[in-house]
């Protein structure tokens, strides 16, 4: 198994994880079953470790110009410089997605470990939330936009990236609009739980007010 079918594994790992962290701890808040609700923390994690594995191997096959990868062929160049290379696996719907995938991933790990005083039905309904979020989002890459497509025959060289990409800027640019635009999925899965539970009160509104400034501030950067 090379590194590109490693990577392609490792997303469908994911998603696989997301669909667990979507209904069991959601039936574990109903149960009130405390085993079941502590599956949502562990399924988020893992579920962030697999696509970090994935976006990983997508940002490898880039940098080593792999152009059997039809992504790659087709948004890179060997002759690019390395910032345009990393750029490059976002520089396309494909890549973009799964970087969407990552941080949102990443975000349901940091609610996983952090919230110690929250109650536990309350973040087991949250956590449910984001892995529904996560399994439409890695259904739609896996089946319609699958970033690790190979080519039959592998050109010599790539496409090469857009040229309008190209500039530092664009290549920060989407980084930081998606650590604000996909942050925002952390208050909103905050305010389904609560109408969830039926418990429209301060519990929900305080935490949620932190994980807010968190994306205004990339947002507003």
Not at 94 to 115: D, K, Q, T
Request: no cysteine.
């Amino acid at each position: 198994m090379g590194l590109t079918e490693f990577g392609h594994f490792a997303l469908i790992s994911a998603f696989v994880l997301s669909l667990i962290q979507s209904v069991v701890p959601l039936y574990g808040a109903a149960r009130r079953d405390m085993q079941l609700m502590l599956i949502g923390p562990a399924a988020a994690l893992s579920a962030a470790i697999a696509s970090l594995i994935a976006f990983g191997a997508l940002i490898t096959a880039f940098i080593r110009s792999d152009f059997s990868v039809a992504l790659v062929a087709n948004h890179s160049h060997s002759a690019k410089p390395l910032i345009y290379k990393i750029s490059g696996t976002w520089g396309n719907h494909e890549g973009s997605l799964l970087l969407w995938i990552l941080i949102l991933m990443v975000y349901g790990a940091v609610l996983a470990l952090s919230g110690r005083g929250m109650p536990t039905q309350l973040k087991a309904r949250i956590l449910a939330v984001q892995g529904m979020i996560s399994s439409g989002f890695l259904a739609f890459s896996l089946f319609t936009s699958n970033p690790f497509a190979r080519l039959a025959d592998a050109p010599m060289d790539g496409k090469g990236l857009n040229p309008i990409l190209q500039d530092l800027g664009l290549a920060i640019h989407p980084p930081m609009l998606y650590l604000g635009m996909v942050g925002m999925v952390v208050p909103f899965s905050f305010a389904i739980s609560a109408l969830l539970s039926g418990k429209l009160d301060a519990t929900w509104l305080r935490p949620a007010r932190r994980w807010m400034l968190i994306p205004w501030a990339f947002l507003g950067a």
